[in-house]
Protein backbone atom coordinates (compact mmCIF):
# COMPACT_ATOMS: atom_id res chain seq x y z
CA UNK A 1 0.00 0.00 0.00
CA UNK A 2 1.02 3.53 -0.84
CA UNK A 3 1.25 6.29 1.31
CA UNK A 4 -0.94 9.14 -0.50
CA UNK A 5 0.56 12.41 1.45
CA UNK A 6 4.14 11.30 1.58
CA UNK A 7 5.51 14.79 0.87
CA UNK A 8 6.00 13.78 -2.63
CA UNK A 9 4.68 15.43 -5.38
CA UNK A 10 5.00 12.90 -8.40
CA UNK A 11 1.94 11.76 -10.16
CA UNK A 12 1.31 8.51 -11.49
CA UNK A 13 1.28 8.16 -14.94
CA UNK A 14 -0.14 5.53 -17.41
CA UNK A 15 2.34 4.31 -19.29
CA UNK A 16 0.66 4.66 -22.69
CA UNK A 17 0.23 8.69 -21.42
CA UNK A 18 3.99 8.63 -21.09
CA UNK A 19 4.71 7.36 -24.82
CA UNK A 20 2.24 10.29 -26.05
CA UNK A 21 4.05 12.62 -24.11
CA UNK A 22 7.62 11.36 -25.46
CA UNK A 23 6.37 11.60 -28.74
CA UNK A 24 4.82 14.83 -28.85
CA UNK A 25 7.60 16.74 -27.57
CA UNK A 26 9.85 17.95 -30.50
CA UNK A 27 12.66 16.65 -31.30
CA UNK A 28 16.16 18.81 -29.94
CA UNK A 29 18.49 18.26 -32.79
CA UNK A 30 21.70 18.24 -31.15
CA UNK A 31 25.41 19.44 -32.95
CA UNK A 32 27.36 16.71 -32.40
CA UNK A 33 30.49 17.66 -34.46
CA UNK A 34 30.46 21.58 -32.37
CA UNK A 35 34.71 21.97 -33.94
CA UNK A 36 33.61 20.71 -37.62
CA UNK A 37 30.74 22.47 -37.20
CA UNK A 38 32.56 25.69 -36.32
CA UNK A 39 35.07 25.25 -39.14
CA UNK A 40 32.76 24.36 -41.81
CA UNK A 41 31.24 28.26 -41.83
CA UNK A 42 34.95 29.85 -39.70
CA UNK A 43 36.58 29.85 -43.28
CA UNK A 44 33.78 30.94 -45.83
CA UNK A 45 32.83 33.86 -43.58
CA UNK A 46 36.35 35.07 -42.67
CA UNK A 47 37.02 35.06 -46.11
CA UNK A 48 34.13 37.38 -47.04
CA UNK A 49 34.77 39.33 -44.10
CA UNK A 50 38.26 40.31 -45.10
CA UNK A 51 36.50 40.96 -48.51
CA UNK A 52 34.29 43.08 -47.20
CA UNK A 53 37.03 44.73 -44.54
CA UNK A 54 40.78 44.57 -46.42
CA UNK A 55 40.43 47.66 -47.78
CA UNK A 56 40.39 48.80 -44.13
CA UNK A 57 43.50 47.77 -42.88
CA UNK A 58 45.60 46.93 -45.97
CA UNK A 59 46.26 49.09 -49.48
CA UNK A 60 47.40 45.77 -51.04
CA UNK A 61 45.26 44.24 -53.39
CA UNK A 62 47.80 41.24 -53.75
CA UNK A 63 47.70 40.79 -50.14
CA UNK A 64 43.84 41.06 -49.59
CA UNK A 65 43.60 38.51 -52.64
CA UNK A 66 46.12 36.04 -51.27
CA UNK A 67 44.49 35.77 -48.18
CA UNK A 68 40.91 34.96 -49.13
CA UNK A 69 41.92 32.53 -51.68
CA UNK A 70 44.03 30.83 -48.80
CA UNK A 71 41.05 30.72 -46.76
CA UNK A 72 38.67 29.48 -49.36
CA UNK A 73 41.00 26.83 -50.38
CA UNK A 74 40.97 25.98 -46.50
CA UNK A 75 37.38 25.76 -46.57
CA UNK A 76 37.43 23.26 -49.53
CA UNK A 77 39.67 20.98 -47.77
CA UNK A 78 37.87 21.31 -44.81
CA UNK A 79 34.30 20.50 -46.70
CA UNK A 80 35.99 17.97 -48.37
CA UNK A 81 38.01 15.75 -45.90
CA UNK A 82 36.63 16.62 -42.81
CA UNK A 83 32.58 18.10 -42.68
CA UNK A 84 31.09 17.12 -45.62
CA UNK A 85 32.03 13.76 -43.97
CA UNK A 86 30.81 14.06 -40.18
CA UNK A 87 28.18 16.36 -40.93
CA UNK A 88 26.16 14.93 -43.86
CA UNK A 89 27.87 12.26 -44.41
CA UNK A 90 29.55 13.07 -48.04
CA UNK A 91 33.04 12.20 -49.51
CA UNK A 92 34.28 12.05 -52.79
CA UNK A 93 37.53 11.48 -54.60
CA UNK A 94 39.60 11.21 -57.71
CA UNK A 95 40.71 7.61 -59.10
CA UNK A 96 42.87 7.10 -62.01
CA UNK A 97 42.30 4.11 -63.89
CA UNK A 98 44.92 1.82 -65.75
CA UNK A 99 43.92 3.46 -68.80
CA UNK A 100 45.14 6.90 -67.14
CA UNK A 101 41.56 7.61 -67.18
CA UNK A 102 40.08 10.36 -64.43
CA UNK A 103 36.90 9.05 -62.62
CA UNK A 104 35.39 11.48 -59.74
CA UNK A 105 34.13 8.81 -56.93
CA UNK A 106 30.79 10.39 -54.90
CA UNK A 107 29.84 8.66 -52.07
CA UNK A 108 26.94 9.80 -49.31
CA UNK A 109 25.75 7.89 -46.43
CA UNK A 110 22.56 5.31 -46.92
CA UNK A 111 18.95 6.96 -45.32
CA UNK A 112 18.39 3.66 -42.68
CA UNK A 113 16.89 5.01 -39.53
CA UNK A 114 20.11 3.65 -37.62
CA UNK A 115 22.22 5.94 -40.04
CA UNK A 116 19.87 8.86 -39.57
CA UNK A 117 20.71 8.89 -35.75
CA UNK A 118 24.15 9.77 -36.63
CA UNK A 119 23.47 12.76 -38.60
CA UNK A 120 22.14 15.50 -37.28
CA UNK A 121 19.16 17.55 -38.49
CA UNK A 122 20.60 21.10 -37.31
CA UNK A 123 24.40 19.77 -39.06
CA UNK A 124 22.77 19.27 -41.72
CA UNK A 125 20.83 22.71 -42.42
CA UNK A 126 24.27 24.18 -41.07
CA UNK A 127 25.84 22.49 -43.57
CA UNK A 128 23.34 23.00 -46.53
CA UNK A 129 22.81 26.69 -45.71
CA UNK A 130 26.50 27.43 -45.36
CA UNK A 131 27.27 25.81 -48.59
CA UNK A 132 24.65 27.78 -50.64
CA UNK A 133 24.42 31.50 -49.05
CA UNK A 134 28.67 31.80 -49.24
CA UNK A 135 28.35 31.51 -53.03
CA UNK A 136 24.80 33.45 -53.43
CA UNK A 137 26.67 36.09 -51.14
CA UNK A 138 29.88 36.46 -53.95
CA UNK A 139 27.75 36.50 -57.00
CA UNK A 140 26.16 39.68 -55.34
CA UNK A 141 29.67 41.15 -54.24
CA UNK A 142 30.79 40.14 -58.54
CA UNK A 143 27.78 42.14 -59.47
CA UNK A 144 28.21 44.94 -56.91
CA UNK A 145 31.97 45.11 -58.15
CA UNK A 146 31.10 45.14 -61.76
CA UNK A 147 28.13 47.57 -61.38
CA UNK A 148 30.56 49.87 -59.40
CA UNK A 149 33.55 49.53 -61.56
CA UNK A 150 36.34 47.92 -59.00
CA UNK A 151 37.04 45.35 -62.28
CA UNK A 152 40.15 44.45 -60.12
CA UNK A 153 37.92 42.93 -57.71
CA UNK A 154 35.84 41.22 -60.02
CA UNK A 155 38.54 38.30 -60.58
CA UNK A 156 38.27 36.95 -56.99
CA UNK A 157 34.55 36.74 -57.32
CA UNK A 158 34.89 34.81 -60.64
CA UNK A 159 37.04 32.60 -59.31
CA UNK A 160 34.20 32.17 -56.21
CA UNK A 161 31.90 31.01 -58.58
CA UNK A 162 33.12 28.68 -60.52
Avoid at 56 to 72: K, R
Wanted: hydrophobic share 45%; glycine share 4%; aromatic share 14%.
Amino acid sequence: MLPQDSGDDTEDVSLFDAEEETTDRPKKSKIRHPVASFFHLFFRVSAIVVYLLCELFSSSFIACMVTIILLLSCDFWAVKNVTGRLMVGLRWWNHIDEDGKSHWVFESRKASRQENKTVSEAESRIFWLGLVTCPVLWVVFAFSALFSFRVKWLNLENDQTS
